[in-house]
């Protein structure tokens, strides 16, 4: 996964944005879309507000951050903490690549994880078909280093094609399919040369200085990805991760190492920029020949092919004025996570009513166990969002940011038609609803109507100068006594 540190040197940032814990998105510039059936997707897109990511792989296995234990860089997600040799690269790297000798999901079943995704009132799927290590999760005509490879365990299971399965059971509950590749790949001989070490993320040779090498790693890369958007179905979103594989002019290169030697004592660098054109416009414009008006992310490169943008862990301060997505960890990490801890319902609710008030999608990410289950604690915890959603929904499908969006612990969303829901965030102690809800600037001259979703009785209101305040009747305390959060509709 991908995180941006600063607004400063936006252009820059957004090819590196691996650096720092916290994305700031509020102020980037976002390139429109022109392609009327990519619009028209993107719409339908940010109607449906919630969807699922699962980061899967070999990896899990060992319970560790997915990929990044390979990657020589020094930071806190690249550490090696299992294994036999996690003081010698070259003997770690082939001791988690030979995890593909042990990988066999036996108790794989999409069709359950899909129900549970539907009736938690998930919209879409994205779904890991091959991380940065390059471990295809699908039949891949390309890549020995697959899942359906001999060498795979789980290869001989009638359920081997992964990706394949995964997309048909989530398409079968009418789910959309999203696919999440990696551009890098730090297993092929094109991207990694195993002729010189790795030094970082970046490819560890000089593209430009190696044009036939690196044409070769481009239609590879190319030949996969039209591979997923031929033989596995109708593909919705292409997710594409790695956003330091793009192709970065000179002066941005020399820029960037300029700031980053800024207040820098010793001058050491911990990751490179390399200028690594992958001809995004080309494989566009191929992909969409592909699947028309399919939605591209290619997260953190500034550009006209980053349909939606996807801060990352984290929800913006504010509004944005653009296709937005936040990707949020339920429990543990991206990858499997072993005696995760999930977060909690009133927690996921919170966090997907915050988003859908600023105009955003909340994609919640689910990490499989190596035998392909899901924990206890991410069915529990997509049963009680499924519970809101059942009463609540209405206020969270379809609806629009509008302004103020939120005072204090209320949310506010629209509808074209008019109507405003006020979604009032219950603290994890408050069981009781209160006897009155205050919103500030309410954006509706005249309300004729006010209800409470999923109760009966009649809601009163008053205004108070700016203020308009109010009464929940005792009938709705009673019958949505525990409810994580409520809403009130306005007509």
């Not at 936006?10 to 944005?17: A, E, K, N, Q, V």
């Amino acid at each position: 996964m991908t995180q941006l540190k600063t607004i400063a040197t936006l252009c820059l940032l957004m090819i590196i944005g691996e650096l720092s814990a916290q994305a700031v998105y509020e102020d980037e510039r976002y390139v429109p879309e022109t392609d009327p059936l990519v619009l028209k997707k993107l719409d339908e897109w940010q109607d449906l507000k919630f969807g699922l990511l699962m980061h899967w792989g070999p990896y899990s296995q060992w319970g560790i951050v997915e990929s990044w234990s390979i990657c020589p860089e020094e930071y806190g997600w690249c550490e090696r903490k299992k294994g036999d040799n996690p003081d010698n690269y070259f003997a770690y790297k082939k001791e988690y690549e030979g995890l593909q000798t042990t990988f066999n999901p036996v108790k794989f079943n999409p069709e359950k994880w899909a129900n549970a995704a539907k009736n938690a009132g998930m919209k879409y799927v994205v779904f890991t078909t091959k991380h940065h290590d390059g471990f295809s999760m699908f039949d891949s005509k390309y890549t020995d280093y697959k899942v359906t490879d001999s060498k795979t365990p789980f290869s001989t299971h009638p359920k081997a094609n992964i990706t394949k399965e995964i997309f048909n059971a989530f398409r079968g509950e009418g789910l959309w399919a999203g696919a999440y590749f990696s551009k890098p790949d730090w297993h092929h001989p094109s991207y990694w040369d195993p002729y010189y070490p790795p030094r970082d993320r970046n490819v560890n040779y000089e593209p430009e200085a190696n044009p036939e090498k690196w044409n070769q790693f481009i239609d590879f890369t190319h030949n996969q990805i039209l591979e997923l958007l031929t033989d596995y179905g109708k593909v919705d979103i292409l997710w594409l991760d790695g956003g330091w594989v793009a192709k970065t002019p000179k002066s941005q290169i020399n820029s960037w190492y300029d700031q980053q030697l800024v207040n820098n004592d010793n001058g050491y660098l911990k990751h490179r920029i390399v200028n690594q054109d992958i001809r995004m416009d080309e494989l566009v414009e191929k992909a969409r020949e592909k699947q028309p008006g399919l939605i591209v992310v290619d997260r953190a490169v500034h550009g006209k092919n980053q349909n939606y943008l996807t801060p990352e862990n984290r929800v913006p301060e504010k509004a944005l004025p653009y296709p937005w997505e936040s990707c949020i960890i339920a429990g543990g990490g991206w990858s499997y996570a072993f005696n995760a801890k999930y977060m909690t319902t009133n927690k996921a609710v919170h966090t997907l009513v915050d988003i859908v008030a600023k105009g955003g999608n909340l994609l919640l990410n689910i990490a499989p166990s190596p035998e392909g289950e899901w924990d206890q604690g991410a069915y529990d915890l997509l049963q009680g969002i499924g519970n809101w959603m059942d009463v609540n929904n209405e206020a969270i499908y379809g609806t629009e940011a509008i302004a103020p969006y939120k005072f204090e612990k209320v949310c506010l969303t629209s509808k074209p038609d008019g109507s405003l829901y006020l979604i009032y965030l219950m603290d994890e102690n408050e069981e009781v609803l209160p006897d009155t809800v205050v919103f500030k600037d309410l954006p509706m001259e005249k309300i004729r109507k006010a209800t409470i979703l999923g109760a009966n009785g009649r809601v009163k209101w008053q205004k108070n100068g700016d203020n308009t305040v109010f009464t929940i009747p005792s009938s709705a305390k009673t019958s949505l006594k525990g409810t994580v959060a409520f809403t009130i509709k306005l007509k």
